[in-house]
Structure formats: structure tokens, C-alpha cells
């Protein structure tokens, strides 16, 4: 099972970008997906998570207040690959993203429920 995370880049306050994982050696839609971000010097927190698609192949979101109404995660069942849509970019949302998935129907915010983790990639919020 991998993971790999495309998307981060530098860009200004207000600016937008999509962060995607793609998932390979398994099939990503039975697997509960979150992404994470991690500040230097500061713990992994979670972001975003969506359910097992199952059979409907959607699944359900759950965010963490302060990307609420900012952040989309989604998942392309064809590419294979989730993704997280992230709008009105801040300074504090400055961080190394992570996706993760888990085999379990629910998922979770929480960093231990996941077992397979990607390498990361560093989005920068900046004037």
C-alpha cells in the first residue's frame, strides 16, 4: 500500500490549491481517508476525513473547525486518488500535508488511527 501527496506550492493569502494522493497496490474507495498538517514545532493535527465510499463510492466529510467552509476533501475513484481542495489560503495553514488512509468504514481525525501514511508535501502561506 502507498500514498502519494502532489500539490503544495507557495502562494499568498486568499490564493487556492489542491493537494491530491494518489494510492497505489490497493483499491482507495473501501478505505477511510484523512488528511493531516503539520507546523514546525508543533503535533500532527487532523483536517479532514472522509468515510469508506463502500459501495456508493462517496463516502461522508468531517472537518476540524478552523479549515471549515475553507477545505473540500473528495475522492476520484477512477484516478484512484483523494484530494483536498483548500480555498482562502491563511498564513497559520502553513504546514506539511499529509494523507492517510485506513481499512476501517469511519474515519478520524485522530493521526494513530491510521496505519499507511504518505510522504508528505509543504504548502507555504505567504505576502
Known amino acids: 500500500l502507498q500514498l502519494a501527496e502532489a500539490g503544495g506550492g507557495l502562494v499568498q493569502p486568499g490564493e487556492s490549491l489542491r493537494l491530491s494522493c494518489a494510492a497505489s497496490?490497493?483499491?482507495?474507495?473501501?478505505?477511510?481517508v484523512g488528511w493531516f498538517r503539520q507546523a514546525p514545532g508543533k503535533e500532527r493535527e487532523g483536517i479532514a476525513c472522509?468515510?469508506?465510499?463502500?459501495?456508493?463510492?462517496?463516502?461522508?466529510?468531517t472537518y476540524e473547525d478552523s479549515v471549515k467552509g475553507r477545505f473540500t476533501i473528495s475522492r476520484d475513484n477512477v484516478k484512484n486518488t483523494m484530494y483536498l481542495q483548500m480555498d482562502n489560503l491563511k498564513p497559520e495553514d502553513t504546514a506539511s500535508y499529509y494523507c492517510?488512509?485506513?481499512?476501517?468504514?469511519?474515519?478520524?481525525?485522530?493521526?494513530?488511527?491510521?496505519?499507511?501514511w504518505g510522504q508528505g508535501t509543504q504548502v507555504t502561506v505567504s505576502s
Open positions: 492517510a488512509v485506513d481499512p476501517k468504514y469511519y474515519c478520524s481525525l485522530a493521526p494513530d488511527r491510521y496505519e499507511t
Open positions: 497496490g490497493f483499491t482507495a474507495r473501501y478505505y477511510a
Open positions: 472522509l468515510t469508506s465510499g463502500g459501495t456508493s463510492g462517496v463516502g461522508t466529510a
